[in-house]
């Protein structure tokens, strides 16, 4: 082997240890790490994200109006889209 290939070889065992190091310090609980695998096969694809913390609005706005009675349906939840001419709620 010459010099550099020996050169070579040896920043790729480097470059595997610092992964493998960064790794281990990126999980200090020591618990061990999940992984979901599955077999390659054509499909849709499809993204899964899970999370943890707080969301707030980008945007708020005030809607008035005047009505009295019960609330029978409310088509929307809070932060939810609406376009113009979309029902909200049914008195």
Same mark, same amino acid.
């Given at each position: 082997?010459? &010099?550099?290939? %020996?050169? #070579?070889?040896?920043?790729?065992?480097?470059?595997? +240890?610092? $992964? &493998?190091? *960064? %790794?281990? %310090?990126?999980?200090?609980?020591?618990?061990? &790490?999940?992984?979901?695998? *599955?077999?390659?096969? #054509?499909?849709? +694809? @499809?993204?899964? @994200? =899970?999370? =943890?913390? *707080?969301?707030?609005?980008?945007?708020?706005?005030?809607?008035?109006?005047?009505? =009295?009675? /019960?609330?029978?349906? &409310?088509?929307?939840? $809070?932060?939810?889209?609406?376009?113009?001419?979309? +029902?909200?709620? /049914?008195?």
């Amino acid at each position: 082997m010459n &010099l550099a290939a %020996l050169c #070579r070889h040896q920043q790729n065992i480097i470059s595997r +240890l610092a $992964f &493998l190091t *960064t %790794l281990g %310090l990126c999980n200090p609980s020591g618990s061990a &790490l999940k992984y979901e695998t *599955t077999s390659a096969a #054509r499909g849709d +694809l @499809v993204q899964h @994200v =899970s999370g =943890s913390g *707080t969301s707030s609005a980008i945007v708020s706005v005030e809607v008035g109006g005047q009505g =009295s009675g /019960e609330i029978s349906a &409310l088509d929307v939840d $809070f932060n939810s889209p609406v376009e113009k001419g979309r +029902l909200v709620a /049914e008195i």
